[in-house]
């Protein structure tokens, strides 16, 4: 058996308030392979964000371990966390999170800037992945020049740009009208199709049943993890 993309073992995250202690995550195990199709949910307060800022290395555990694509995230400094996130993981927001002043193609380029791509490698990259998104006719567009749905393809295309290991995707419908939640559900399916990991924090039932496995938190632990496809 290969080894899981990503392995939790005994993870911890509590929070100091003043003289008080929250804790949030209380000894999280598990386990998720290279192409699996995970929704994240919980109710408010049961650890769901502050899992997945950890599964995105946006933040370090109090306690425990986390394995990614083979590398101990858990004891890695702020500079070797960033280097992860910019290789390893491609967010997708609410709030789609795009550089207002940017066309979509610069939007989609951005985080290849970073990565130390060429100019003409970011450009035909990002054409590339805007295209796969639907978006070719619009890569000149800033955002304020886009629909909802757009944004978020646009969002979805800069994730995918530096061919991460895996997309996490934070409520990624959480700002858009029903039909579209739905073209965006589908363009996610697609993404996965092609190999990618996809693990998605959502509050929305409709939402979660795209993924293939549902797992469910509720303060600070796993309570089901279920596969459902």
Do not use: W
Request: aromatic residues 6%; charged residues 25%; contains cysteine.
């Amino acid at each position: 058996m290969a080894n899981p993309l990503i392995k939790i073992s005994a993870l911890k995250r509590n929070f100091v308030l003043g003289s008080e202690t929250i804790y949030v995550l209380k000894g999280i195990d598990l386990e998720i392979n290279k192409g699996e199709y995970v929704a994240l949910m919980g109710p408010s307060g049961s650890g769901k964000s502050t899992l997945m800022n950890l599964l995105g290395c946006l933040d370090t555990p109090t306690s425990g371990t986390y394995i990614l694509n083979g590398k101990d995230v858990s004891k890695m400094h702020d500079d070797e966390l960033a280097e992860i996130r910019n290789k390893e993981i491609g967010f997708v927001f609410q709030t789609f999170n795009l550089m207002p002043r940017t066309t979509a193609l610069d939007n989609v380029a951005l985080p290849m800037v970073y990565a130390g791509y060429s100019k003409s490698e970011r450009y035909e990259r990002a054409t590339e992945v805007l295209t796969q998104v639907g978006l070719a006719d619009r890569m000149d567009h800033k955002p304020n020049e886009l629909s909802g749905g757009q944004r978020q393809r646009v969002a979805v295309g800069r994730a995918l740009v530096n061919k991460p290991s895996i997309i996490l995707a934070d409520e990624p419908t959480g700002n858009l009208d029903s039909k579209t939640s739905e073209e965006i559900m589908a363009l996610f399916g697609e993404i996965h199709k092609n190999g990618n990991t996809v693990i998605l924090v959502t509050h929305e039932e409709e939402i979660a049943a795209y993924a293939h496995r549902i797992i469910r938190l509720r303060d600070g632990i796993i309570e089901k993890d279920e596969r459902i496809k």
